[in-house]
C-alpha cells in the first residue's frame, strides 16, 4: 500500500520501503519452502522452476504485451524504441541490470519509463533462478549451515 501511495502522491516519503518489505516476506516463505523440502529429499529444482514460470510468466507477459499495444499509440517513436528495449530487457530477467545502466531508478525520466516497475521483478525471478542452486550447492557439498536465519542447525 505504501508503494501505491507513494507513487499516487499523497504524502507517502518511505514508499520504496514496501518493495524492501515484500522481498523480505518472500525471500523467507520461498526459502522456508526450499529448505522444507530440502530436508525431506523433495525438492525439485525443475518443478520449483516450473512453478515460478507458471505463476510469473502469464501475467507479465500480458502486462509488456499491454504496455507495447498502448505504447505504439501513445508514444513517439523514440519512446517507442526505449520502451521496446525494456520490454526485452524484462523477457530476460535482466530489467534491473537495463534501468540500472540507463540512469538508474532514480533519474528524473524515470517517470516516464512505463515499465520501469519491472526492476523488481527481475530482482524476484533472479532470486528464483540462483538462490535454489546456491541451496543444492550447499546441501551437496555438505555446508548445512547458512545461517541461523536461512537453516536450523
Known amino acids: ?9 499523497f504524502g507517502c516519503p518511505g514508499g520504496f520501503v514496501g518493495v524492501d518489505v515484500f522481498f523480505v516476506i518472500s525471500g523467507f516463505l520461498i526459502t522456508s519452502l526450499i529448505l522444507n ?4 529429499n523433495a525438492f525439485s529444482l ?3 522452476w516450473i512453478r515460478r514460470i507458471r505463476r510469473i510468466v502469464p501475467a507479465a507477459s500480458i502486462m509488456v504485451l499491454s504496455t507495447l499495444i498502448a505504447g505504439y ?10 520502451l521496446g528495449n525494456s520490454a526485452i530487457a524484462q523477457s ?5 541490470f537495463y534501468f ?3 540512469g538508474g531508478y532514480f533519474a528524473r ?26 541451496i543444492l ?14 537453516w536450523e542447525p
Open 1 to 9: 500500500m505504501a508503494v501505491i501511495l507513494f507513487h499516487a502522491n
Open 100 to 102: 540500472w545502466s540507463n
Open 73 to 82: 499509440f501513445l508514444l513517439l517513436p523514440e519512446d517507442l524504441k526505449e
Open 37 to 40: 523440502d530440502v530436508e525431506k
Open 46 to 48: 525443475k518443478d520449483f
Open 137 to 150: 550447492f550447499l546441501t551437496r557439498t555438505g555446508t548445512r549451515r547458512l545461517g541461523p536465519a536461512a
Open 109 to 134: 525520466n524515470s517517470e516516464t519509463e512505463p515499465l520501469l516497475h519491472t526492476w523488481s521483478l527481475a530482482v524476484e525471478e533472479q532470486f528464483y533462478l540462483v538462490f535454489p542452486l546456491l
Open 92 to 96: 530476460f530477467m535482466g530489467s534491473n
